[in-house]
């Protein structure tokens, strides 16, 4: 009974339009559209509500440090700038942090590196089986050299199963992806190094091009010697 009740044409409910009368006030508010824009005038009235009660029972001696650490900047607080958060002995320190875990992250992928460089010398160092091979003149001799040769290209290339082969190659991907790295890594420890040798004390000045022996495109400080005591 059901299927045939579903079987049934009926009529499609369309919702109702604005009427031409009222065409230039745009669409047709639907109740749906009114719960939302209800619920958001409700919520702004309630917030509001809440501020009015903070700002009537609100303490006269109340203090923060936030109201003279900040301002208001277009009705938005905002905080003072913190550019001299930091003394120079704690961004010293900060700095010195900095370089240490660089200089960590190379060792590890140095290790990591020789790590994998002996696993693939062990794969490509294969076993020779060594045959002595006697001909009666050169022509024989000559021949048993190209069969030898042509033996060994094929253990070379057969021996091992096609998955082996996919693997070694993405360890060979790998090795050279972190080699990389560890350049990367150990010319932004030299540019950290220098920045900190930068920040210490001592006077020190730029050497121009007409005064470097052995050019280079990164700039090149020279400090003045000081007497140690």
Known sequence: MSSFKNAIPRRAHKERAQP???KKFGLLEKHKDYVVRATAFLKKEQTLQKLKEKAAFRNPDEFYFKMVK????????????????YTQDELMLMKTQDIGYILQKVQSEKKKIEKLT?????????????????AEDREE?????????????LDASGNLPSSIRRKTAASYRELEARKSRVKDLEK???????Q???????????????????????PIYKWRQERKR
Request: some cysteine.
């Open 188 to 194: 932004l420890y030299m540019d950290m190094a220098m």
């Open 118 to 134: 002996a696993m693939l010398h062990c794969l490509d160092d294969q076993p020779s089986n060594r045959r002595v091979y006697y």
């Open 141 to 153: 001799a000559e021949e048993l050299a190209s069969r030898a040769s042509e033996h060994s290209n």
């Open 20 to 22: 031409q009368a009222r």
């Open 196 to 218: 900190k040798e930068l920040q210490k004390s001592g006077r020190k000045r730029k050497l121009r091009e007409d005064e470097l022996v052995n050019p280079t495109t990164k």
């Open 70 to 85: 900040a301002k208001t900047v277009g009705g938005v607080h905002r905080l003072e700038s913190q550019v001299n958060k």
